[in-house]
């Protein structure tokens, strides 16, 4: 699966969100997701909405998926 169809399928699944995602072999991949939608919730809740968006595709054509989820405050500060 192309890194590109995963950022599309994580962006339709969680509103005003913008997710990059990379990878080797694209059996690994790399994601880093950005979202209002994460305020106020822990790592694992924030991982699970992403999966969430990725339903079954989990574990199949994605066989490990490395997450950075942030809200937009803290997407920002970490570019500073």
Same mark, same amino acid.
């Given at each position: 699966?192309?890194?590109?169809?995963?950022?599309?399928?994580?962006?339709?699944?969680?509103?005003?969100?913008?997710? #990059?995602?990379?990878?080797?072999?694209?059996?690994?991949?790399?994601?880093?997701?950005?979202? !209002?939608?994460?305020? +106020?919730? &822990?790592?694992?809740?924030?991982?699970?909405?992403?999966?969430?968006?990725?339903? #079954?595709?989990?574990?199949?054509?994605?066989?490990?998926?490395?997450?950075?989820?942030?809200? !937009?405050?803290?997407? +920002?500060? &970490?570019?500073?």
């Amino acid at each position: 699966m192309e890194p590109k169809e995963i950022a599309q399928l994580i962006e339709a699944h969680l509103p005003e969100c913008t997710a #990059e995602v990379c990878s080797d072999d694209l059996t690994h991949y790399e994601a880093t997701v950005v979202s !209002p939608v994460f305020e +106020s919730k &822990r790592a694992l809740q924030r991982h699970q909405l992403i999966y969430g968006a990725l339903g #079954e595709r989990m574990g199949r054509e994605i066989h490990a998926l490395s997450i950075q989820a942030f809200t !937009p405050a803290e997407w +920002s500060a &970490r570019q500073r």
